[in-house]
């Protein structure tokens, strides 16, 4: 089945560590984004790629980075700089023939 | 500042009944999308408007973009318990391909 895969679906870690969060598609979509969603708040943009081997700064990029070494792959890290890491990330895709971004299912980060 | 504003914030609806929401921009719209999220889940897509006073349905969902493209609204018809989520507006805002900026949300709850 194609599809949007992020793991793992629930992540808690200690103040102070980086933490990568996974985000794999096989829909062959060229574009990949990340974002970071939380209460009462619509979706922020955090870092998209479009190509490999580039991506760009969204809105709220300060405190995390990204790598695109593959298509289908697109890891979200969130550093020890990020001042509010608690939140739901979201990963989509997008391929130059699609409609819309298809998300995938979210990863809930706690840090405590 | 939200640059795209979504109208209520919540709402409850009795099953049956009709239901009404609205996304409003400060900006011209090149694209305006629709989707609906479970709490704590990915995004689905619902719909894609572009074209000043388009109109689709999908069911009992109807979405419009009105015809200077500043505001769309999404109408769901005889609600069912299956409509309760939350409901966000994604708008192109740019000419920058793949930026959407994003709604803070409408939660809908369907009573019986």
């Known amino acids: 089945d194609g599809g949007i895969t992020q793991s793992p679906k629930y992540l808690f870690r200690k103040e102070g560590q980086n933490v990568t969060l996974s985000c794999e598609q096989n829909?062959?979509?060229?574009?990949m984004y990340w974002y970071r969603q939380d209460p009462g708040q619509g979706l922020r943009l955090i870092y998209y790629?479009?190509?490999?081997?580039?991506?760009q700064k969204g809105d709220i990029a300060e405190g995390y980075s990204v790598s695109r070494e593959k298509k289908e792959s697109f890891p979200l890290t969130v550093t020890s700089a990020q001042k509010n890491p608690t939140a739901f990330y979201l990963c989509a895709s997008e391929g130059l023939s699609t409609d819309t971004q298809y998300f995938g299912p979210g990863t809930r980060l706690t840090v405590l | 500042s939200q640059e795209l504003e979504q109208s209520p914030q919540s709402l409850i609806v009795q099953e049956g009944k009709n239901l009404t929401i609205n996304c409003t921009s400060s900006?011209?719209?090149?694209?305006l999308y629709w989707y609906k999220q479970k709490y704590g889940e990915g995004l689905i897509f619902l719909m894609m408007l572009q074209k000043g006073g388009e109109e689709k349905s999908h069911e009992k969902i109807t979405a419009k973009l009105d015809e200077k493209k500043q505001q769309s609204s999404l109408h769901i018809t005889a609600s069912q318990p299956s409509h309760a989520g939350i409901y966000l507006c994604g708008a192109d805002i740019s000419d920058s391909w793949g930026k959407l900026q994003f709604g803070a949300g409408t939660q809908v709850v369907v009573t019986p």
């Open positions: 790629s479009q190509i490999v081997n580039d991506f």
């Open positions: 829909l062959n979509h060229d574009a």
């Open positions: 900006k011209t719209l090149y694209g």
